[in-house]
């Protein structure tokens, strides 16, 4: 399966099919248009793998982060509808329109330039506008929206197709008050929109949290980001789940981390391991190295502390991860050999390990695990 590449990257077909029908079945009753978010690399799991099995799957749009992601949509073939929901660089205008993609807008200069451009193609393109409602990231504020309501109306090749935002505090509480004042604020800024004579075909609010917590999130678009991968948005999201009336949820993680013993060697008891000697054996042990490091992205904070998994068993880092290189400690796994998989992330027998056990390693959480995953590492789609 891996070839000769010294660490892979097996995303499960079938986990990304169920998580996407969980929201699928979120959202039937409201009707909402499904987004499958596959920015950075679609969170780590291959930008072209998981675009095209979403696109065959139920996704009614894809949604990303930048114009290059959206240019490999394109160049792969993929026609759905895409959201580009970061910054669109004010000379990338006429690529966007050149692209057929939704640009989301937050500024001025933006609406000017797509105008520019699009009235260069003779051409309308649909944009979106980021409304600011309590995260302070992008998005206009209230008091600009008069302003951007006369600009939008000045141009004539631009048309306004949806208005979003984004929740702040909806993950990291089971108090969603926060998230709730935020939706509140979102509609009326979308009313003083109409009252400037801008309505808006398409609304849309809903990350993963929202979609799973509140149905009135849901509106005309849900943007399914890191459930669409398998993963609870947090520990509190499914505390909330768990303690509302929508049960039974199966989210499946779709990616296995793996990668081969390149070296197997004994070593006496009181041998220091690796830069820094941080780790001394305290008994006669059998050492392995395996070829990934920081720069594949296994964090420097997981030395002497995660585990990997060989022939069913963990076995722990023994002393810092390494640029290009991890050392583990197989004395405990019996006939542990040169080329034994080694799973970093993922199941082996009845052992597993997840992206959520090294983020708490590493004081952080599984969104950055596995989006820093390096892109040039394969993805191979499974099952």
């Not at 692209?99 to 200069?109: E, S, Y």
């Not at 604020?185 to 979609?211: D, I, K, N, Q, W």
Request: net charge neutral; proline share 4%; with cysteine.
């Amino acid at each position: 399966m891996s070839g000769s590449h010294a660490s892979w990257i097996e995303v499960s077909r079938s986990a990304l099919v169920n998580n996407l029908g969980v929201f699928r079945r979120l959202t039937r009753d409201s009707g909402s248009r499904l987004a499958a978010v596959v920015k950075s690399n679609a969170y780590g799991h291959g930008l072209l793998g998981v675009a095209r099995l979403a696109a065959a799957s139920g996704a009614d749009w894809l949604a990303v982060d930048a114009l290059d992601e959206a240019s490999a949509l394109r160049e792969a073939g993929l026609d759905l509808p895409i959201l580009i929901m970061g910054y669109l660089p004010l000379g990338q205008a006429a690529r966007a329109v050149a692209l057929d993609v939704r640009p989301t807008v937050f500024n001025l200069q933006t609406l000017q330039a797509l105008e520019a451009a699009a009235a260069a193609a003779g051409r309308t393109v649909p944009v979106h506008l980021k409304l600011e409602t309590g995260t302070c990231r992008q998005g206009f504020t209230e008091r600009r929206l008069p302003e951007v309501a006369e600009t939008l109306k000045g141009c004539r090749h631009l048309a306004l197709e949806g208005m979003s935002t984004h929740f702040a505090n909806i993950e990291d509480t089971t108090d969603h008050t926060v998230a709730l004042t935020q939706l509140e604020t979102y509609h009326r800024l979308v009313a003083t929109m109409a009252e400037s004579g801008l309505e808006t075909p398409m609304r849309h609010v809903a990350c993963s949290a929202a979609a799973l917590l509140f149905k009135r999130t849901h509106l005309e678009l849900v943007r399914v980001g890191v459930s669409l991968y398998g993963f609870w948005p947090s520990r509190e999201t499914m505390v909330s789940m768990k303690n509302g009336s929508a049960r039974g949820i199966s989210l499946q993680p779709a990616l296995s981390w793996k990668t081969r013993l390149a070296q197997v060697k004994e070593v006496p008891a009181g041998t220091d391991v690796g830069y820094g000697c941080t780790f001394r054996t305290t008994r006669p042990s059998r050492l392995a190295v395996i070829p990934v490091g920081y720069y594949d992205g296994y964090d420097r904070g997981l030395s002497n502390a995660a585990h990997v998994l060989v022939r069913g068993q963990r076995a722990p880092v023994r002393g810092r991860v390494c640029m290009n290189m991890t050392i583990v400690d197989v004395t405990d796994v019996p006939g542990a050999a040169l080329e034994d998989e080694a799973v970093l992330i993922g199941r082996q027998g009845d052992e597993l390990i997840t992206a959520d056990m090294l983020a708490a390693h590493c004081g952080t959480i599984h969104y950055e695990i596995v989006s820093r995953l390096h892109p040039e590492i394969p993805r191979i789609l499974v099952d």
